[in-house]
């Protein structure tokens, strides 16, 4: 804009001739009838608010109810595996050298689970006797709602199979231990089985193995002192 | 009973009115008026039908105390202005400022000029909308001729002297403005 030609009588001016632009604006053609039409509306419109005022409510209840069913069975759906969690810990795998530990762990993890089924399942039993109809479909449901149990315990190793032999109470060995007549008879076979290792074969000798035998039972008198027993016809090597 | 084109509406009282007013006498007699009312605001044609729909909706909504009503056009007057006031503070009139300047300067001799004419108009409105609210609404009524100091001043609920000076310190302080601006 070019300043200086903005003088006091284009400012009056160009006031004026806003200020009729003003008046003189005409109304878009049709407006009356526009107008009307508009207004011959109003009674069907309150009609509808009237409906709107009835429906609205209700929708505002049923909207409410869904979402508070929602959001139990959404409650309920993310609490179950917590649950299930608390209950059957997860157990890892672990190196050989721990595994006696594994083992104690696991044997207690599966006894308390054991118990913990138990005392569910005496709990769901007390329940669910006023409604055995629903027996069948909890006991269906149960196994496809529950957890994942943990993976079965690994095999044993050597060292845990050891400890387990020492460990371990009433063998037959042991308590046949406890017959007079077969711990009398125990220093005989044990004799016996000796013998039947150590004793020399009974082939016809060779004049270099007399000499030989002499001079091994001379280095071994104790043995030669014990009575041989006789061989037995099973106990004879085969040749 | 008036009708315009086969539309007519009966505004019929309670059991006990003794008059009936015809709402399409009164859409076809001041609905202009309305629209230069709410135009000189808004300076938007759509906003300002708007606004008279409005105005007539208010009037079915009060139809059992028009007999109440003494002056009829100032009343619709108000209305259309307190409307186009508060449709006002929701809309930009200054984003209609630039195709209302082109409009009006759209008769100038020369391309030229027209531009220099549209720039000139859009510093008027934005020194317009600078003013002082009282000044800025008398300047704004007061363009319309068919309402009198009398009547302005009812719309305003101000008085006729009130009006008069508000509207000569509102062209005074706009010409000074203009002017301290351009030199």
Do not use: C
Not at chain 1, 88 to 112: E, N, W
Not at chain 1, 187 to 212: L, M, N
């Amino acid at each position: 804009m070019n300043n200086a030609n903005y003088n006091a009588n284009d400012t009056v001016d160009t006031v004026d001739r806003v200020l009729a632009g003003l008046r003189d604006i005409e109304a878009p053609a049709g407006i009356e009838r526009r107008i009307l039409s508009s207004l011959q509306q109003p009674a069907t419109a309150n009609t509808s608010s009237a409906r709107s005022s009835i429906t609205s409510p209700l929708l505002w209840l049923a909207a409410t109810a869904a979402t508070i069913v929602a959001v139990t069975i959404w409650w309920n759906a993310s609490k179950r595996p917590t649950h299930d969690l608390a209950i059957h810990p997860p157990i890892t795998a672990m190196p050989s050298a721990a595994a006696p530990q594994q083992a104690d762990v696991t044997v207690s993890a599966s006894r308390a689970r054991k118990a913990q089924h138990a005392a569910v399942a005496t709990q769901t039993a007390k329940n669910s006797q006023p409604e055995p109809i629903t027996r069948p479909v909890a006991a269906a449901t149960s196994d496809t709602l529950a957890a994942s149990h943990p993976a079965p315990p690994l095999p044993l190793t050597e060292q845990e199979q050891l400890l387990l032999r020492i460990l371990h109470k009433g063998d037959p060995i042991e308590l046949a231990s406890l017959n007079n007549d077969f711990r009398d008879r125990q220093p005989i076979r044990d004799a016996e089985d000796f013998q039947r290792f150590f004793k020399p074969p009974t082939a016809p000798h060779s004049a270099e193995a007399t000499v030989d035998d002499q001079t091994a039972q001379q280095n071994q008198p104790d043995i030669e002192a014990q009575p041989a027993p006789e061989p037995e016809p099973n106990d004879i090597p085969q040749q | 009973m008036t009708s315009i084109e086969g539309l007519s509406l009966p505004l019929s009282f309670t059991e006990g009115a003794k008059a009936e007013i015809d709402l399409a006498a009164l859409v076809e007699t001041h609905a202009r008026l309305l629209f230069r009312v709410a135009h000189s605001v808004l300076r938007s044609s759509a906003e300002a039908e708007d606004v008279v729909q409005d105005a007539f909706v208010r009037v079915l909504e009060h139809r059992n105390r028009l007999n109440d009503i003494r002056d009829m056009r100032v009343w619709l007057t108000r209305i259309a202005w307190n409307l186009a006031i508060d449709r006002r503070r929701r809309i930009r009139p200054d984003q209609f400022d630039e195709r209302f300047a082109d409009d009006l300067a759209a008769n100038s001799a020369t391309p030229h000029e027209a531009l220099h004419e549209a720039q000139r108009i859009r510093r008027v409105l934005r020194e317009m909308e600078r003013l002082p609210r009282a000044e800025h609404h008398i300047l704004l009524l007061s363009a319309i001729e068919d309402l009198s100091t009398a009547e302005i001043a009812t719309v305003l609920g101000k008085t006729e002297s009130a009006v008069r000076a508000l509207l000569f310190r509102a062209r005074t302080r706009l010409r000074e403005r203009l002017e301290k601006g351009g030199a």
